[in-house]
C-alpha cells in the first residue's frame, strides 16, 4: 500500500505566512504565523546576530535574554492578532503588539503555548485549511461542506 505524503504533509504556504487562527482555550483565538515564515525566520536569524556577543563570551545566553527575545519574537512575528483575549477582570483586550508583550510578560506558559503552535506542521495543514473553508459558514448562515 502507498502512502500520499503530499496529503500527510502538504501546508497551506499563504496561512504559514500571513497566520492561521488557531483556539488555545475555550473561546480564545489566537492568529499565529509558522515559524517556518519568511518573517520569522529574518526575525531569527537577526536575533542570532544580536545574541553572538553572548556566545563568544561565557557562551550561554542568560535567560533573562531568553525570555525577552521569546516575548518579542511571540509579539512581533508569531502573533498576528487574537480574539476573545480578556484581562484578569474579565475585560477584551485589544491586541497591539504592546498588550501581546505585557499578556506574554505575565504568562508565560501561553507564551510557550503559542511557540508551540506556531511549530507545530499540524497548525497548517493544508488539509486543515480545506476543512475550515469547506465548514465556514454561507452568507445564508448555511455551513458550505
Known amino acids: 500500500m502507498s ?29 499565529v504565523r509558522s515559524q517556518n515564515s519568511d518573517r520569522v525566520r529574518k526575525w531569527s536569524s537577526r536575533r542570532s546576530k544580536k545574541n553572538r556577543k553572548y556566545l ?14 521569546e516575548i518579542s519574537m511571540v509579539c512581533e512575528v508569531l502573533v498576528v492578532g487574537w480574539r476573545g483575549v480578556k484581562d484578569a477582570e474579565g475585560k477584551d483586550i485589544a491586541y497591539s503588539t504592546e498588550a501581546c508583550r505585557k499578556l506574554m ?16 506542521e499540524e ?21 458550505t461542506g
Open 3 to 31: 502512502t500520499n505524503l503530499h496529503k500527510i504533509f502538504a501546508t497551506d504556504t499563504q496561512a504559514e505566512q500571513e497566520g492561521r487562527e488557531v483556539e488555545v482555550t475555550d473561546g480564545v483565538h489566537f492568529r
Open 56 to 69: 563568544v563570551g561565557n557562551g550561554e545566553i542568560p535567560i533573562k535574554v531568553q525570555d525577552e527575545d
Open 123 to 143: 497548525t497548517f495543514r493544508k488539509e486543515e485549511t480545506e476543512a475550515i473553508v469547506g465548514n465556514s459558514p454561507t452568507p445564508s448562515g448555511q455551513p
Open 105 to 120: 510578560t505575565e504568562l508565560p506558559p501561553l507564551r510557550r503555548q503559542i511557540i508551540l503552535l506556531s511549530a507545530l
